[in-house]
């Protein structure tokens, strides 16, 4: 029997996914669609990420988008891709950490996306968590550096894998480049990581945190 199939991908059980912050992000989540189905007009000009709202002080909203989702398709695939990757970064970093990382993320593409509107002229309102996804993907690419991953009767590494996806999300987004706003948050969320991997190294009788697993092993998730 080869090492490969030795081997075996065990799926973390549901009480590990669901990790306290990723609980709550997901419950807000779910709060800000009911609440923009009940109410789409009041939820997006109170809760969503508009450039005249924000000049006019509502800076909750750079906090508040986020959760707000005004489509069930965005709130499926950004709730998945928090649950899985979000808990497994959580997992590793703790809850704290892992809120810090959504707090830099979010609020960094929400000033980008006030700054990009401002400039071309446009009121566009921003929702959704896309902008945490694509940073969770980029911070699953290098805590998992090298650990590969069973998907589709094939593997792959972690990194290829959110290079990839990624990728996919700017293909997609082509035809609304105001979207690929959100997908500043890959390298919002890389930057962050690499700087705080830096911070710990540069203390003394601290070593830099080391990738889960090593090149060509595989990660056992629970």
């Known amino acids: 029997m080869s090492a490969m199939q030795g081997?075996?991908?065990i799926l973390p059980s549901p009480q590990k996914m669901l990790t306290p912050g990723v609980t709550g992000v997901l419950?807000?989540?779910?709060?800000?669609?009911?609440?923009?189905?009940?109410?789409?007009?009041?939820?997006?000009?109170?809760?969503?990420?508009?450039?005249?709202?924000v000049l006019r002080g509502r800076?909750?909203?750079?906090?508040t988008y986020p959760f707000v989702y005004?489509?069930?398709?965005?709130?499926?695939?950004?709730?998945?891709?928090?649950?899985?990757?979000?808990?497994?970064?959580?997992?590793?970093?703790?809850?704290?950490?892992?809120?810090?990382l959504w707090l830099v993320v979010s609020v960094s593409c929400g000033i980008l996306w006030?700054?990009?509107?401002?400039?071309?002229?446009?009121?566009?309102?921003?929702?959704?968590?896309a902008a945490c996804s694509y940073g969770f993907l980029a911070t699953m690419g290098l805590l998992y550096r090298g650990t590969r991953f069973f998907m589709f009767l094939t593997t792959i590494e972690a990194q290829h894998l959110a290079i990839g996806l990624i990728a996919i999300g700017i293909v997609l987004n082509l035809m609304n480049p105001i979207?690929?706003?959100?997908?500043?948050g890959a390298p919002v969320a890389y930057l962050y990581v690499k700087a705080r991997w830096r911070s710990v190294a540069g203390r003394p009788g601290r070593l830099v945190p080391q990738e889960q697993g090593g090149r060509g092993r595989f990660v056992e998730l629970d």
């Open 70 to 100: 005004d489509s069930l398709v965005n709130l499926v695939f950004s709730g998945l891709v928090i649950l899985f990757v979000g808990s497994a970064i959580e997992r590793k970093w703790r809850t704290a950490s892992f809120l810090w």
């Open 114 to 129: 006030v700054l990009i509107n401002l400039v071309m002229g446009g009121n566009a309102i921003g929702t959704g968590a």
């Open 27 to 53: 419950i807000l989540s779910v709060a800000g669609f009911l609440a923009f189905a009940t109410a789409p007009t009041f939820t997006a000009s109170a809760l969503g990420l508009s450039t005249g709202s």
């Open 179 to 184: 979207m690929l706003i959100w997908i500043g």
């Open 7 to 9: 081997m075996q991908t």
């Open 59 to 63: 800076i909750w909203q750079l906090l």
